[in-house]
């Protein structure tokens, strides 16, 4: 495949034309280097929220190739399958509308993925928590981070598609990349993952990338702790169960394995609770990804994206009703 630029950075959003506005802001100024790029906005809200707020950094950035494409059905899958369609990168590099890179993040992914012949790379996510005193929040940033205690190299973890980078000079993808019948799930990205390694690729971190994801207040709660790792939770058990009998061992082991950590964060969630310690909300997230290795069947899987995802202004909305 011929690829007319080296980077596409793909900004899905939804409902979230402030956040655009911001992730937008440090996509524009990226510093590319020897890379050309172009920018991608996915708007996924059936009304186009967000084409106002792109079109207006349009006029102020012209000489920015970037590209604004409505994609109506609600879906996370259906926003980045509908970014890629139009993507001329071989380097496709992905930015939630909640993040906020660095001058040189997308070049520093871009080199590393060369420098380590790795077709997918990673670097550090850092969790901005809201303006306020909750003792809650400390002890939530690190589970919202991807900091990984990792030197430049190759690794063998995976992580959430925003903030990577993949290289098609180095690996096929799926058809389509984004599996749609988990648009309201999320783990869309766990089948893309597990194609591309098939290929015999690897997987790159580089400390370099920096980025940082703004956490709203409505989802720096323990529920939507809790929901979202339970969600975390269910990957590897669904993951191999998705691989049909042959997966069967594996379906058992990570069952096995959540069934104990569940005895082990479980009792350490209540003391910390009955205590009064803020960092309960460590051991409740990891009592929670324990569970949902248990209950990872497709009826007990949380709704988190989509037309079932909730904004600021849904929150808002139902606090005056």
Not at 141 to 162: E, M
């Amino acid at each position: 495949m011929t690829h007319t630029k080296d980077i596409s950075i793909i900004v899905p959003t939804y409902k979230r034309p402030e956040d655009i506005t911001r992730a937008l802001g440090s996509a524009v100024t990226q510093d590319t280097g020897r890379y050309s790029f172009e920018i991608i906005v996915a708007d996924n809200d059936p009304l186009g929220s967000a084409y106002d707020a792109v079109h207006a950094i349009m006029g102020r950035n012209a000489k920015v190739d970037l590209i604004y494409i409505h994609v109506p059905e609600p879906g996370v899958s259906n926003a980045r399958n509908g970014a890629l369609k139009v993507a001329k990168g071989r380097f496709l590099i992905f930015l939630d509308d909640d993040m906020e890179a660095n001058a040189d993040w997308a070049f520093q992914l871009a080199d590393a993925a060369e420098r380590l012949s790795s077709a997918i790379v990673f670097g550090p996510v850092e969790a901005v928590m809201p303006d306020g005193d909750n003792p809650l929040y400390p002890h939530m940033q690190p589970l919202f981070s991807r900091t990984g205690d990792f030197a430049d190299g190759h690794i063998n973890a995976l992580f959430g598609t925003g903030g990577c980078l993949i290289d098609r000079g180095q690996c096929s993808l799926p058809s389509p990349a984004f599996d749609p019948t988990l648009n309201e799930v999320g783990g869309e990205d766990d089948a893309m993952f597990a194609h591309i390694l098939a290929q015999g690729t690897k997987i790159g971190w580089t400390t370099k990338a920096i980025a940082v994801e703004h956490i709203p207040t409505h989802r720096s709660t323990p529920a939507y702790v809790w929901t979202r790792n339970f969600a975390f939770g269910q990957g590897p058990s669904q993951n191999e169960a998705d691989k049909g009998f042959s997966g069967a061992f594996g379906v058992m082991k990570w069952m096995g394995v959540g069934v104990v950590q569940a005895f082990i964060y479980g009792p350490q969630y209540l003391l910390r609770r009955v205590l009064g310690r803020a960092d309960y909300i460590r051991s409740y997230a990891r009592l929670s990804q324990a569970i949902g290795k248990v209950l990872w069947f497709d009826g007990f899987s949380p709704r988190l994206y989509g037309a079932n995802a909730t904004t600021a202004k849904d929150t808002a909305q139902k606090a005056a009703s």
